[in-house]
């Protein structure tokens, strides 16, 4: 199973809102990420978390709160949001951190925020 | 300075010729790795090919090839036969072992096959 899924595929927020997006992968990866990703632009690194503990964030505002509960999951937490965060929300996973560990991705949620 | 530069902001390419997309990195790390991968307009980030620093021979993976040139730090994608599916936006990467969590990604070439 060579696959990284994402939930959900569309988020539409509001401003008040909380929600959470979910990146799970069963290939025993050690290592897994956040990009956000706006359109015809290169994803940006959000987070990385290596073996469930987050070793980066990328000066992220904290109405992103990420979470690693299990080597298979990630979520990203959302509250407050603004519209300029409306973007593809793309998790990845590699089997460790390290120049030669490809990173495998899922197919992103599209976050719209109103 | 960008650790990766596409120069090639679109291409077309008939279908069935061969397509080379340029890619060209700056790292002073001998040990890296570098990567392309293909993006739909669906949206998910397809992993293609990989090419180590130390590696000896060019990459090579079905129909795609990296055309590596250690001395010039290009990394050019080769896709022969292309297919009208091979439509997309393709991005080069690249990760280096002293900065191992990062992933530097090119601003990407968006490929056009016509039929």
């Known amino acids: 199973d060579t696959e990284v899924t994402q939930t959900p595929k569309h988020l539409v927020m509001g401003m008040t809102n909380k929600k959470s997006l979910k990146c799970e992968q069963h290939m025993g990866h050690r290592a897994m990420y956040w990009y956000k990703q706006k359109a015809k632009k290169p994803p940006e690194l959000m987070f990385v978390y290596s073996y469930e503990k987050l070793s980066i964030n990328e000066s992220v505002p904290s109405r992103f709160s990420p979470e690693c509960p299990n080597s298979s999951l990630l979520n990203l937490h959302l509250h407050a949001l603004q519209p300029e965060d409306s973007a593809l929300y793309l998790c990845?996973?590699?089997?460790?951190?390290?120049?030669?560990?490809?990173?495998?991705f899922g197919p992103g949620t599209r976050l719209t925020v109103l | 300075a960008q650790k990766i530069t596409q120069t090639q902001p679109g291409m077309f390419v008939q279908e069935k010729e061969a397509v080379t997309l340029d890619c060209t990195y700056d790292t002073s790390d001998p040990s890296y790795g570098l990567f392309w991968y293909k993006q739909p307009s669906s949206g998910e980030m397809i992993f293609l090919i990989y090419?180590?620093?130390?590696?000896?021979q060019n990459a090579t993976e079905g129909r795609y090839s990296l055309n590596f040139q250690k001395a010039r730090k290009s990394a050019n994608l080769v896709i022969s036969a292309s297919q009208l599916g091979d439509s997309a936006m393709y991005f080069c990467?690249?990760?280096?072992?002293?900065?191992?969590?990062?992933?530097?990604f090119g601003s990407g070439t968006k490929l056009n096959v016509k039929p």
């Open positions: 090419q180590g620093s130390y590696d000896q």
């Open positions: 990467a690249m990760r280096e072992a002293y900065n191992f969590n990062k992933f530097y």
């Open positions: 990845a996973s590699s089997q460790k951190t390290g120049a030669y560990n490809e990173q495998f």
